[in-house]
T-cell receptor, first 110, second 116 residues
Framework: SQKIEQNSEALNIQEGKTATLTCNYT??????LQWYRQDPGRGPVFLLL?????KEKRKERLKVTFDTTLKQSLFHITASQPADSATYLC?????????FGIGTKLQVIP | EPEVTQTPSHQVTQMGQEVILRCVPI?????FYWYRQILGQKVEFLVS????????KSEIFDDQFSVERPDGSNFTLKIRSTKLEDSAMYFC??????????????FGEGSWLTVV
């Protein structure tokens, strides 16, 4: 079955810098990958979806890439702000269910 | 903006008791889901529901679990005889579409279940 691997260690960066989070998948290439934001005690909030045949997707300060050779997606937040501090989940999509990684906690330091 | 709403936000129950968690999905969505997250762990898929029947379920979703859409708006998760290891945050979610090319899933804020 598909496994999604994210660095479970927290990522601390300075405000204004670009945060880059990594998501690796095992086995087959999923049809798409999704990125969600989760704040403590709250439900995941959808951010971006990228399909297998797309190399890159952008939305405001967010950018996602999908590299099927490396079996990896990178999630970038440019000009990071303290309000971006949260856990970011990567999920692979199947027909209906999404398989999530553990998430990477991002802390943006003012 | 439309949202998925869940009740209760927090429930404490005795081991062996039945629990029903309730959800109102986004109104024009056709696919409904339950996920759970044990403290400090991944968000895990439990079940998906479409056209009034279960379309996919995980190995976690055993005979102790059931789902129902009793009317046009509510979607419920029942746990028949709760165990300590059922303690988790349960998220209801819905999506407009399903399918292999992407289904953006909208999650509720969760129901935190504590089994004592």
């Amino acid at each position: 079955s598909q496994k999604i691997e994210q660095n479970s260690e927290a990522l601390n960066i300075q405000e204004g810098k670009t945060a880059t989070l990594t998501c690796n998948y095992t086995n087959y290439s999923p049809a798409y990958l999704q990125w969600y934001r989760q704040d403590p005690g709250r439900g995941p909030v959808f951010l971006l979806l990228i399909r297998e045949n797309e190399k890159e997707k952008r939305k405001e300060r967010l950018k996602v890439t999908f590299d099927t050779t490396l079996k990896q997606s990178l999630f970038h937040i440019t000009a990071s702000q303290p309000a971006d501090s949260a856990t970011y989940l990567c999920g692979s999509g199947g027909y209906q269910k999404v398989t999530f990684g553990i998430g990477t906690k991002l802390q943006v330091i003012p | 903006e439309p949202e998925v709403t869940q009740t209760p936000s927090h429930q404490v129950t005795q081991m062996g008791q039945e629990v029903i968690l309730r959800c109102v999905p986004i109104s024009n969505h056709l696919y409904f889901y339950w996920y759970r997250q044990i403290l400090g762990q991944k968000v895990e898929f439990l079940v998906s529901f479409y056209n009034n029947e279960i379309s996919e379920k995980s190995e976690i979703f055993d005979d102790q679990f059931s789902v129902e859409r009793p009317d046009g708006s509510n979607f419920t998760l029942k746990i028949r005889s709760t165990k300590l290891e059922d303690s988790a945050m349960y998220f209801c979610a819905s999506s407009e579409t399903g399918g292999a090319y992407g289904n953006t899933i909208y999650f509720g804020e969760g129901s935190w279940l504590t089994v004592v």
